[in-house]
């Protein structure tokens, strides 16, 4: 089986791919102190609630936060005996060119994300990632990633208007009834919520202007499915792209 680690700025994932399915998926807050033997504890104890015993024969890793990547290593080396693959490193290969300036270093997960919308939906799309920055992400018709942009992220953006602004609560992301807000709360909700859909929308229409072509618009991450509430531009929404794109990664590495 094959253990899957997708490690974010803010959390990092683990789901276990039995070649047809994910069996389960686990979530833990990224912290680069974390040794192997605490992921390992960690890990085993939530499998065993869930009943799962998981052979794991193979590890590949994504990661946004560089220095997890030695400890995640050393997991997958002492309790699995392999030696894991990172996206990013030469020894990982990728389906799909990458067609930016020359020296332009890509975020793993901006490229797992180009493969595996690449492989479920084709050519021609705009992923739109909501982690803790927003990303939008160009795959050409060929499957080529080929750019995007980088927007603060949705928690980030409230999270610095109220350490910023002193007389301004902390508040969660939802979709307000109104966009004319009649108290403070609902205000920044409605500025944050009703923001975004106007970024989302605006990027998107920008992105196929310049491009010139109709394009799909996929949305991924936690608060994907929130703002598509919004009329946000999406064709589509899919929480399990980045793991999707790991298995196909994985594959072609074995296969070539």
Known sequence: MLLA?????TN?????????????????????????????????????????RADITDVIISSTVPRVV??????ADRYFGCRPLVVGKPECRLPVDVRVDPGTQVGPDRLVNTVAGHDLYGGDLIIVDFGTA????????????IGGVIAPGVN???QALHEAAAALPHVDVTRPDRVIGTNT???????????????????CERIKAE?????????TGGLAPLFQQGDA??????????????????SYNKEG
Do not use: P
Not at 5 to 9: E, M, P, R
Not at 191 to 202: D, H, R, T
């Open 5 to 9: 680690i997708d490690c974010g700025n």
């Open 12 to 52: 990092t994932v683990f789901s276990i791919w039995d070649g047809t399915r994910f069996l389960c998926t686990l979530r833990t807050a990224t912290e680069h102190q974390r040794t192997a033997d605490q992921y390992f504890v960690w890990f085993s104890t939530l499998i065993g609630h869930h009943g799962i």
């Open 70 to 75: 030695f400890n995640l290593r050393v997991f």
């Open 134 to 145: 927003t990303t939008f992400d160009v795959v050409a018709r060929d499957g080529a990633y």
């Open 156 to 158: 980030l953006s409230l």
């Open 185 to 203: 709360v609902d205000c920044m909700q409605s500025g944050v919520f009703w923001g975004y859909v106007g970024l989302i929308n605006g990027i």
């Open 211 to 219: 491009r010139g072509r109709a394009m799909k618009v996929i949305g």
């Open 233 to 250: 531009a999406f064709d589509g929404v899919n929480d399990d792209l980045t793991m999707h794109g790991l298995t196909v990664i994985h």
